[in-house]
Each structure stands twice: as C-alpha cells, then as structure tokens.
C-alpha cells in the first residue's frame, strides 16, 4: 500500500490565506444597499483566487465564509451568522466558493494561461448566479411568497452583471501584476 504523505502548508501559504480573506471581507463592507447588495466580493473572490492559485484562493473564500458562519461581520453591512448564510441572499455567498471551485479547476485543466483565468472568472460567475438565483427562488418562495425566475433576476443578477463584469476585468489586471510580484502562481 503506498505511503500518503500530509499536505505542508507553509507559514507563508497561511498568511496568504488569511490575507486574502480579510480582503474580501473589507471588499464586502464597501457596499451600497439593496435586495442583493452591490459590493466589491466578487472583486476580492476574484483577486484572491487570481493571485494566490486556486489551491490557496479556494481557501481564502472558504476561511471568509466560516469566519462569516461563525458571526464575525464580514458579510455585506457588516453582518455575520449562519443566518445569513441561509437567508435568501446566502446562496450567493456560498456561490463564491463555487466560483473558487470551477476557478480552481480550470486552472489545473487549462493551465494559468490570462485567458483561461479570464473564461474561469465568467464561468465562476456563472455557477454563482445560477446557484444564488435558485438559492434566493426557494428561500424567497418559503419566506414570502412565490416569486417567478424573471423576477428574481431582475432583482438578484440582471443589475449585477455590468459592474461583476467590470471588477472582473479589473481583477485580471490586478492579478497580473501582483503574482508575478509575489511569485505565488
């Protein structure tokens, strides 16, 4: 039987880790109030799994999310709870670790190549939407009331994606230079 080795992770990785994660904490404070509020998240999901690789951007969604479950205010408006996780809005917030997934594994199917990164955003994108939107129909529909697919695109992603599509492209602008300052990827 073959030897499983442990997975070392160095000091360095964790500090990443962490680093990343309060980035996107800090991105989602800066935010402007509605049914979905607009933030910067998507920006610093972006950002993180863009720099760090997908391996250790993965975890740096993954640590904002469980110190955001555990009721540390790093949702927008400065909230925290698994209440918000599973409010209409938390499908959304868990998207962004389906966003790091499907980051992450276009990454090792395709390579680190801007373009893939770039695909990998908007497919990321994607998955978040669509898991958010069915996330935000059930909740919605439990908690209030029926509520039709056009609807709720209308209110949780119609208005969303110019500005995503914006921190998009900002983000691989960003990740560009930074990794290739930090050497991370």
Known sequence: MAEV??????????????????LIAV?????????????LQTFGIFLAVGVLGGKRGTL??????LLGAVGIPVFAGFSGG??????????YLVGFL??????????????????????????????CY??????????????????????????CVFPYILPDLIKMALALVLCRRLAGVLKLR
């Not at 740096?60 to 999310?65: K, R």
């Not at 966003?99 to 373009?115: D, F, P, S, Y």
């Not at 935000?136 to 209110?155: D, H, K, M, N, S």
């Open 82 to 91: 698994v209440g918000c996780l599973l409010g209409s809005t938390g499908g």
């Open 98 to 127: 389906f966003t790091a997934l499907v980051m992450w594994a276009m990454e090792r199917l395709m390579g680190k190549k801007l373009w893939v990164l770039a695909l990998s955003m908007l497919l990321g994108l994607v998955v």
């Open 60 to 65: 740096a969604v993954l640590v904002y999310l």
């Open 130 to 155: 669509a898991f958010g939107t069915v996330w935000f129909i059930l909740v919605y529909a439990r908690t209030t009331g029926e509520i039709g697919l056009l609807t709720a695109l209308g209110w």
């Open 5 to 22: 080795k442990p997975v070392k992770m160095r000091t360095l990785d964790m500090a990443y880790i962490a680093l990343f994660a309060v």
């Open 27 to 39: 991105c989602a404070w800066i935010s402007i109030p509605a049914t979905v509020p607009f933030t």
